[in-house]
Nanobody, 129 residues
Framework: QVQLMESGGGSEQVGRSLRLSCVAS????????MAWFRQAPGKEREGVAC???????NYADSVEGRFTISLDKAANTLYLQIKNLQPEDTALFYC???????????????????????WGQGTQVTVSS
């Protein structure tokens, strides 16, 4: 059973940086793609970045240039580096993982929450001005 555990959230001021971590366990192989989502109060969950099995990344337009997703395969840890924090980054951040379908390429990843089976519990990020 795949388990995901996020950490690294906290309270920061506008303009600062933060790195979120997500330790994964239970993978039987590395044929997964992973993603970070965020959910602000009163808003729908938003996929902000994903990374494919081959390392290809994809970002939401709203975070392009400020967020960087990366995966340390040796440590089974997914990261999300957030630069220049903004008040709209205040949200609960989740990591998610999904086994790649044989119908998808190795460079495929998704930012749609409906495509993910495995989820972490979330880590809160609060940005103040």
């Amino acid at each position: 059973q795949v388990q995901l555990m996020e950490s690294g959230g906290g309270s920061e001021q506008v303009g600062r940086s933060l790195r979120l971590s997500c330790v994964a366990s239970g993978f039987t192989d590395r044929d997964y793609y992973m993603a970070w989502f965020r959910q602000a109060p009163g808003k729908e969950r938003e996929g902000v970045a994903c990374i494919a099995a081959d390392g290809t990344t994809n970002y939401a337009d709203s975070v392009e240039g400020r967020f960087t997703i990366s995966l340390d395969k040796a440590a089974n840890t997914l990261y999300l580096q957030i630069k220049n924090l903004q008040p709209e980054d205040t949200a609960l951040f989740y990591c998610a993982a999904q086994r790649r379908s044989p119908y998808n390429s190795y460079w495929h990843c998704s930012r749609a929450s409906s495509n993910f089976r495995f989820w972490g519990q979330g880590t809160q990020v609060t940005v103040s001005s």
